[in-house]
């Protein structure tokens, strides 16, 4: 989501990043507010007021967000643990944490700050609006500071809904981790009751439309599908992360696989190898010695016809470490491999010793089957 998020300034340490969703609410909050909330607020005010009184609001709300953030960002430092940075998005915002809270208590305490910091700003922008009236400073300005109060007493309410991975859901799962003492277990029930709310949110946002109010059920809709993707997103990283924790490439590659030799036709390696074994990655030994390997891929850009009398050695992909990868490779740097290069298979091997073949779709499985088996849900 935030691949393409543009850094926008360095604060405490922390890079601000805004995603490029976050463009379109911000105009959509400038448009809202300069055509329909301020104009009932400020009758007969000119229009360049209500515009220039939008994009106050609009930034006002862009820092109360960032302090939000801050505040989370701050906890978690508290607690030991390190922040990339601070991204905000169509539904607000992010602080990019490293790793897992350490515990449930930590994992409150770092979850609350948000909410805590935004019923703060709530209350500040609320005194300075009533000394804003009081001092009878001009009706925009009172009018903005009253928006930003309000506005921040809602964010504070609607992070604190138990619908992970928000502000609530994440209290709600560290009291759970609590009880359980399972990060996973805890994770995945939180998961279960975000759904919940994002089922319920899709449907009040379809009741909306179907009442001719298509606009305004556009909204609810949008959030629980964000719900529901941004939690399934954060419980499948925590279940690779958990399942992969420790393990090697060792303990999860394919030993003694399929191998051709130099010598061999692409034919025979196609109808004796490829299709008699349901494999398309080999790799090429020649007198116990790991030169290479081919594929599927390779063989494909060669003529069909030109199969019988093409051999291995003239195709052959030598061995680099670009295509192997040594048998105590942690798994999580093996996946972090595969999306940065973007390559799915993998020779394992120490020296010129062939170990095994390693691939992506050896470590889905295994994830699969642990998802199933490995980790109580309760």
């Avoid at 701050?74 to 602080?95: K, Q, W």
């Avoid at 138990?162 to 003492?181: E, I, K, N, Q, Y």
């Avoid at 439309?209 to 059920?217: D, E, H, I, L, V």
């Avoid at 090429?284 to 891929?297: A, F, I, K, P």
Wanted: glycine residues 6%; aromatic residues 10%; negative net charge.
């Amino acid at each position: 989501m935030w691949g393409n998020a543009l850094k926008i300034a360095r604060i405490r340490g922390f890079d601000i990043k805004v995603d490029a969703s976050w463009f379109l609410i911000a105009a959509l909050i400038v448009w809202s507010l300069a055509t329909a909330y301020f104009p009932t607020e400020l009758p007969g005010a000119y229009t360049t007021t209500l515009v220039a009184s939008a994009v106050v609001a609009m930034l006002g709300l862009f820092a109360s967000l960032i302090l939000h953030e801050l505040a989370h960002a701050e906890v978690a430092g508290h607690f030991g643990l390190r922040i990339s940075g601070i991204t905000l998005f169509l539904f607000g915002g992010v602080a990019e944490m490293q790793s897992e809270p350490a515990s449930g208590i930590s994992e409150f305490w770092i979850a609350i700050a948000g909410p805590v910091a935004s019923l703060c700003l709530a209350l500040a922008f609320w005194f300075s609006a009533e000394i804003a009236e009081v001092t009878r400073s001009p009706a925009p300005a009172i009018m903005v500071l009253n928006y930003l109060a309000w506005i921040n007493l809602l964010l504070a309410i609607f992070n604190l809904l138990p619908a992970f991975p928000m502000d609530g859901g994440r209290v709600l799962r560290a009291w759970l981790w609590t009880r359980s003492g399972n990060l996973l277990a805890a994770t995945r029930r939180a998961t279960t009751i975000s759904a919940i709310f994002a089922y319920g949110f899709m449907c009040l946002g379809l009741i909306a439309a179907f009442s001719g109010a298509m606009a305004t059920g556009l909204w609810p809709i949008l959030i629980g599908l964000f719900l529901l993707v941004t939690s399934r997103t954060a419980l499948a990283q925590l279940e690779t992360k958990t399942a992969l924790d420790r393990r090697t490439v060792a303990e999860l590659m394919t030993r003694q696989p399929w191998t051709a030799h130099p010598d061999q036709t692409l034919s025979d390696l196609v109808n004796r190898v490829f299709l008699e074994h349901g494999i398309s990655f080999v790799p090429v030994v020649e007198n116990g010695t790991l030169l290479g390997y081919v594929d599927l891929q390779i063989v494909r850009k060669i003529d069909r016809e030109n199969w019988t009398t093409t051999t291995v050695d003239d195709v052959i992909e030598s061995v680099d470490a670009g295509n192997t990868v040594p048998p105590q490779l942690a798994g999580l740097d093996l996946l972090s491999l595969v999306m940065k290069t973007g390559r799915r298979k993998f020779i394992v091997a120490d020296q010129n010793e062939l170990l095994g073949v390693i691939t992506l779709s050896d470590v889905l499985a295994y994830l699969n089957v642990f998802r199933e088996v490995a980790v109580p849900t309760s």
